[in-house]
Structure formats: C-alpha cells, structure tokens
C-alpha cells in the first residue's frame, strides 16, 4: 500500500525539444549602424513587404532601438524616402 522512501529512483531525463537562444539587439552591438532617416537601406530591413514596422519580438530589437527605428521610419515617409505601401517588385 505504501511505497517505502529508502528505495533509489532513477531520475528520469526529460527531451529537451526547444533549446531557447538568446539573441541581441542588432543595433546595440559594436560598430552597428546609426540610425537614421537617411539611412533607407537599413530601414527598409524593418519594414515588411506591405510596408509595416516589423515589431520588435521578431527582429529582435530592443525597445529603446525600436522605438526610435519607428520614428525614423514614419519620418523617412513623410519625406517620401520610403513608399506608405510596400514594396512593388
């Protein structure tokens, strides 16, 4: 009925299926790129192919770096730098 607490169990091993990787911001590291509305090159990594600011838990940016990423970027379409739309090819 009950099981005595001497007896030595195996520790049972678990799978690890998810080996979780911790990635870094891309634009806090040394020698990354300003950012800048001038720089359309780099912001139009962060757009998608519909023209939408790529959010930050799939471009793995920081919040401070995404914050002003999407100010420059809103600033670069006011300018007519970056199309509103997307991308067209």
């Known amino acids: 009925m009950f099981r005595s607490k001497t007896k030595d169990r195996k520790p049972v091993k ?3 299926f998810f080996i979780k990787k911790i990635k870094s911001c891309p634009l806090s590291a040394k ?7 001038k720089n359309v090159r780099l912001l139009e990594k962060y757009i998608s192919e ?8 799939i471009s793995f940016v920081s919040s ?5 990423l999407s100010k420059e970027i809103k ?4 300018l007519a730098l ?4 997307g991308k067209y090819r």
């Open 14 to 16: 678990k799978k690890q």
């Open 31 to 37: 020698g990354a790129p300003e950012i800048d509305y």
């Open 50 to 57: 519909k023209g939408k600011i790529i959010p930050s838990r």
């Open 64 to 68: 401070d770096k995404q914050r002003k």
């Open 75 to 78: 600033k670069a379409r006011t």
């Open 82 to 85: 970056i199309s509103h739309v």
